[in-house]
């Protein structure tokens, strides 16, 4: 299975920065490990589902429709 390879350090913390500033969040610093553990769980499962062959005329989930 193919799967997206961890993120580094400074790609989390980049992208951490970028999320921070865009949203306008103030972040303590003691949280910055369980926010960088949480981007690698996120990239990872990405891959995951990147990697399921899917046809474009599949649809993904039931649709609800009145």
Not at 17 to 39: G, H, K
């Amino acid at each position: 299975m193919n799967t997206l390879r961890p993120l580094s350090e400074a790609m989390i913390e980049q992208y951490m920065q970028i999320t921070f500033e865009a949203m306008d969040l103030t972040v303590e610093t003691a949280w910055y490990p369980d926010i960088r553990n949480y981007f690698n769980i996120s990239a990872h499962l990405a891959g995951v589902l990147e990697a399921f062959p899917l046809d474009f005329t599949e649809d993904l989930a039931t649709v609800f429709r009145p």
